[in-house]
C-alpha cells in the first residue's frame, strides 16, 4: 500500500503544481525536433509522457517494494534469491509495466480522438476485447514465456487430467514451469475449451503432495466452470468504463484550470491516472467481495469433487504461510484488501462441509469423488 500511496502522491503533486503543460510542452518540442510526421507526433508525446510517469512511479515506489517483496521474504525465508537476482526480475517486470501503461495510455487518447465526450465507452470496449484475447491466447503466450515443459511425473499428469474429466472441463496437457529459488508455489489452469492447460511451478511439483495438488487444481477448475473469468472481466470493463467517465468529467470541469487546450492534451495525462487510480481504489472492497464469493464457491467446489479434507487444509495452511498471509485479520483489513477469504475461514469452512452428508457438487452433473 505505501507504494500504491508514493504512485498516488506523485500524481497528485504533478496536478496540484500544473505541471503537466510544461512537461507536455517540453516533450512537444523534443518531439517536433526529432522530425516525425506531424500526424504522429501527439501519440508519440503521449506515450513518451505516459512512459516517463510510469518510470517514475517505480522508482519512487521501489524502497517499498524492496521491503515488501525481497526484504521480508528473506527475513522470513520464503526467498534463497540473491539482490541482484531479484532485482533484475523486478527490473524487467517494472519496464513491462510502464511500457503497459504507455500503450493503455495510447488507447486512451486514440478513443478520445474518435469521441471526446463517449470516448471512456470505446476505453471499455478495448479493454474487454483485449482481455478475452488474453485469455483464448493464453497456452500460446505463457508456455513459451515461462519455459514449461510437459510434467515429468505421468502418474500425477494422468491423476490431474482424470480429475478435469470428472469435473467435466477436460484439459489438454499438464505442464511444468521452472520458476527459481525465489518462487513461491502456484497452480494455474489456461485457455478455454481444446486449449485449455494445468501449468504447476516447479516448487509445487516438489513440495506438495500429489493430493494437495489435485485439491489446488479442483479450485482453478470450480473457476472455470463457474465462468468465473468472465463474470471478472466484465466487472473490470465496468470499472474501466467508470474511471474513464470520471476522467472525462474531470478533463471537461478542470481543463481551464490545468492549462489543457481540449480533451486530447497529453497534458491531462496526471489528472487522467489519478482519475482511474481513485475509481478503482474507490471500488476495491466491492471488487474484493465479488472475488470471495468466487473462492468460497470454488473452495466447496475443490471438496466435492475431491473429498480430501486433510490435502485440502494442509495445502491451504502451507500456502498461506508462504504468502505470509494473516489468518484472522481484522474486519476492515479483510473487507478493503482482501481478495481471498482469510485462511482461518476457509479451515472453518472446509470443517463444516466435511461434517455435512456427502452430495451432488455445486455443478449439475458432477459427481463428487466416491
Known sequence: MLAVAVRASLLGGLVALGAGAPVRTALEQMVAQAGLPVWLQPTVVVALGALALGVAGEVLAFP?????????????????????AWWGAHARTALWTSVSWMLAAV????????????????????????????????????????????????????????????????????????????????????????????????????????????????????????????????????????AGWVGQRVLADLGPVLGLHGAADAAGLPALALCAGGVTMAVLPAANLLSRRHERRADRFALDVTGNHEAFVSGLRRMGTEHLAEERPSRLVKWCFYSHPPVAERVAEARRHRARPRGESPRRGVAARP
Not at 517499498?64 to 528473506?74: G, I, M, P
Request: hydrophobic share 55%; aromatic share 8%.
Open 107 to 242: 488507447v486512451v487518447y486514440v478513443a478520445i480522438g474518435l469521441s471526446a465526450t463517449r470516448w471512456w465507452l470505446v476505453v471499455g470496449a478495448a479493454f474487454a476485447a483485449g482481455t478475452v484475447a488474453v485469455a483464448l491466447l493464453g497456452p500460446l503466450l505463457l508456455r513459451p514465456a515461462l519455459r514449461a515443459r510437459p510434467l515429468g511425473r505421468p502418474e500425477l499428469a494422468a491423476r490431474l487430467e482424470a480429475l478435469a474429466r470428472r469435473a467435466g472441463a477436460p484439459v489438454v496437457g499438464v505442464h511444468e514451469w521452472p520458476e527459481g529459488p525465489a518462487s513461491r508455489p502456484n497452480a494455474a489452469l489456461v485457455g478455454v475449451g481444446a486449449a485449455r492447460r494445468v501449468l504447476l511451478s516447479d516448487t509445487m511439483v516438489a513440495d506438495y503432495s500429489d493430493a494437495e495438488i489435485e485439491v489446488v487444481l479442483a479450485h482453478e477448475l470450480a473457476h472455470h466452470l463457474h465462468r468465473d473469468i468472465w463474470k471478472t472481466i466484465a466487472f473490470r470493463a465496468a470499472v474501466v468504463c467508470a
Open 64 to 84: 517499498f517494494v524492496c521491503r515488501a517483496e525481497w526484504l521480508l521474504a528473506r527475513r522470513y525465508g520464503q526467498s534463497r534469491e540473491r539482490f541482484a
